[in-house]
């Protein structure tokens, strides 16, 4: 067999085996990311319906009522809306700081809803609200975060960023 043929065809070989490799890398790296979207997915339909519950507390105070534990402190209607709107505003920022823990939202546009975000725990509602030893955030991480970042605002280290 001729030499240039047998080269040709090993080169070929070599390029062959390194694409397929190269494609199964690929796709692990694929199926990789898609499993970390589904799992940030699950979280924010977890907290969505959270969040639904709360709604049916800001639209029918007497609901919150079900729970005692969840209407400490809370003496009329309007601070039940106030507590749980607060606690729905907390959800949606819980669900932009998964998120963006797991690599789903950008830093320009998590640092936008920080941004934002303090200017909504700077309310005294807000702050009654976290301050409310009923007051629940369910993932750990996300109750640390929260507190840091109220306490690094309430001793004005960041209010003018």
Same mark, same amino acid.
Request: charged share 25%.
């Given at each position: ?74 003496? $009329?209607?309007? +601070? #039940?809306?106030? %507590?749980?709107?607060?606690?729905? @505003? =907390? $959800?949606?920022? +819980? #669900?932009?700081? %998964?998120?963006?823990?797991?690599? @789903? =939202? $950008? ?55």
């Amino acid at each position: 067999m001729n030499p240039n043929f047998q080269l040709a065809a090993i080169i070929l070989q070599t390029i062959s085996s390194l694409s397929i490799g190269g494609g199964l890398i690929f796709a692990a790296f694929q199926f990789y990311y898609a499993r970390k979207a589904t799992h940030v997915a699950n979280f924010t339909k977890l907290v969505e319906l959270q969040m639904s519950l709360r709604r049916m507390r800001v639209e029918n105070p007497k609901l919150a009522n079900v729970y005692t534990d969840d209407v400490r402190n809370l003496s $009329s209607d309007d +601070e #039940i809306r106030y %507590y749980f709107f607060n606690l729905m @505003q =907390l $959800s949606l920022f +819980e #669900i932009a700081w %998964y998120s963006h823990e797991h690599g @789903q =939202l $950008s830093d320009e546009y998590f640092d936008s809803w920080v941004k934002r975000f303090r200017i909504i725990a700077a309310e005294a509602s807000f702050k009654k609200m976290l301050r409310n030893p009923s007051m629940k955030i369910l993932h750990d991480d996300f109750q640390s975060y929260v507190q840091e970042f109220v306490g690094k605002d309430d001793t004005g280290e960041h209010a003018r960023q």
